[in-house]
């Protein structure tokens, strides 16, 4: 049976053979491709920060960051002020709620027939929008990260905007997603006191519960997270056995001839990138009870998401008092691009999990540029031997709405994947 998977960035195509009236395997195909990796090579090496946030409109900002890390890695000698790694983490963490919003209310709420809350999505979606353009100077497609911190000139007001912005979406999730003070949401540490409340979110995994579904989901039990900044750690966890030595050139791809995404590994295994994953890693002492009762599923999976947006907006409010406006938003390198022949790479935590870029350089052209997406850890198309971390997690389930509801559990991104 062939089910294509829409309501996502972009197209998915899922083949379901059944055995048994179970589902025993799934082919991911994703269809169609824009070839920006291509696109890039042969180009200056700057052109790269104006290209690559037109990989996704949703991740636009993550990609922006993860490209100029990559190129900044390529300079031996490099300053960058706190204001300006202040000021581009704010922005990622707006982002990265801006999606959390998206996918509860415009994908997994309605999978589980709560259509009439569509437009919920629209106030805190817009606030994070607001919050980013205030900063970057538009929303989406911005290039103001550049090489050598940032090209924006925010002032005091701004601050005040933005301030105004999270309270307000702080303010949306304590009335509309869990009945409570964000703070005693984020100091909670038993799910089953979580699930006693109101909310759009213990309603919603409340109604999983109900169906019988809290174990659905499952895959490997194995996470990891490359990314880090002053909130999110990079390490893997296996079972909750956490290691932080994890190294960029491990981090293994494999073509997939019947698709237009790469398959990617790290030492040969498949592991689970995304909110899931950094709240193992960060030990969320939430997210690691859900994990005690429900393991890796999509119970677990919807829980560590939403618990990330109270976390970032309060980290973000902590964040702007860090900012120094006496401080410069750019220093110029000292030395220019097309005097640079180097290999660079960066790791960033998007919305969907670790992103990872690669430059080669050849006195500033880009000789090659490598760009691994979250979904492609995720979404890896195995086979019956080595099953990606999405496929594993679909087998054994009786219907492929069951099954859709497993695979966009973990946020799926057809569009970024396909680059």
Same mark, same amino acid.
């Given at each position: 049976?062939i089910?294509l998977?829409?309501k996502i960035?972009?197209?998915a195509?899922l083949?379901f053979s059944?055995e048994k009236?179970l589902i025993?395997?799934v ?5 169609s ?7 890039l090579?042969?180009k200056n ?6 290209i690559?946030p037109r990989?996704?409109g949703?991740? *636009?900002h ?10 900044e890695?390529c ?5 960058l002020?706190n204001?300006?790694k202040i000021t581009?983490?704010l922005?990622?963490?707006f982002e990265i709620i801006?999606?959390?919003f998206?996918?509860?209310?415009l994908?997994?709420m $309605?999978?589980?027939?709560y ?15 607001k919050?980013?353009?205030t ?9 103001y990260?550049?090489?050598?911190g940032?090209?924006s000139?925010?002032?005091?007001m701004?601050?005040i905007?933005?301030e105004?912005?999270?309270?307000k ?5 304590? @009335?509309n ?11 909670? +540490?038993n799910? *089953?006191k979580?699930l006693?409340k109101?909310?759009?979110l213990?309603?919603?995994v409340n109604k999983?519960?109900?169906n019988g579904?809290? *174990?659905?989901?499952?895959s490997y ?8 900044n002053s909130y999110?750690?990079?390490?893997? =966890?296996i079972k909750?056995r956490?290691?932080? *030595?994890?190294?960029i ?7 997939n001839i019947? =698709?237009y995404a790469k +398959?990617?590994l ?6 689970e990138v995304? $909110?899931?994953s950094?709240a193992m890693?960060n030990?969320?002492p939430?997210i ?5 009762k429900y393991g890796? =599923?999509?119970l ?6 939403v618990c990330?947006? $109270?976390?970032?907006?309060?980290h =973000? ?5 860090q ?8 220093i110029?390198p ?7 022949t180097?290999l ?10 670790t992103l990872i870029?690669k ?8 000789q090659?540029?490598d760009i691994?997406t979250?979904t @492609?850890w +995720?979404l890896a +198309?195995g086979?019956k031997e080595?099953?990606g971390?999405?496929?594993?997690a679909?087998?054994g389930?009786?219907?492929t709405?069951?099954?859709?509801l497993s695979?966009?559990?973990f946020d799926?991104?057809?569009v970024?994947?396909?680059?």
């Open positions: 049976m089910k998977i829409e960035e972009g197209e195509k083949n059944f009236g025993d395997f082919e991911i195909e994703f269809l491709t824009r070839n920006i990796e291509k696109i090579q042969n090496a700057l052109d790269a920060l104006v690559t990989v996704c949703i991740c *636009n993550a990609h922006l960051m993860a490209s100029v890390q990559a190129l890695s300079y031996e000698e490099l300053e002020s204001r300006a581009r983490e922005t990622l963490n801006h999606n959390h998206k996918w509860f209310y994908t997994i $309605p999978l589980m027939g259509k009439q809350y569509l437009l919920k999505a629209t106030q805190p979606s817009q606030l994070m929008a919050a980013i353009a900063i970057a100077g538009q929303y989406p497609h911005t290039s990260s550049i090489v050598g940032v090209v000139d925010i002032g005091m701004d601050l905007k933005v105004n912005y999270i309270d979406t702080l303010k949306f999730f304590e @009335q997603l869990v009945y409570a003070k964000s703070d005693e949401f984020l100091e909670c +540490n799910s *089953n979580l006693s109101e909310g759009d213990p309603n919603l999983i519960k109900d579904w809290s *174990n659905v989901g499952k039990d194995r996470f990891i997270a490359f990314g880090e999110f750690k990079k390490g893997k =966890s909750t956490l290691t932080t *030595n994890i190294y050139d491990k981090v293994q791809e494999a073509s019947n =698709s +398959n990617v790290y030492k040969e295994r498949y592991y995304g $909110p899931l950094r890693i030990k969320t939430l690691k009870d859900s994990h005690r890796d =599923s999509i677990s999976r919807i829980l560590a998401r990330e947006i $109270p976390q970032l907006l309060n =973000s409010k902590k964040l702007i008092k900012l120094d406006l006496s401080e410069p938003s750019y110029k000292k030395i220019d691009i097309s005097d640079i180097a660079g790479s960066s790791a960033i935590e998007a919305s969907r999990g870029h430059v080669n350089i050849k006195n500033g052209i880009i090659k540029y691994i979250p @492609q +995720n +198309n086979t080595s099953l971390v999405s496929q594993k679909m087998i389930l009786e219907n709405q069951l099954a859709e695979f966009k559990s799926v991104c057809s970024c994947t396909t680059h």
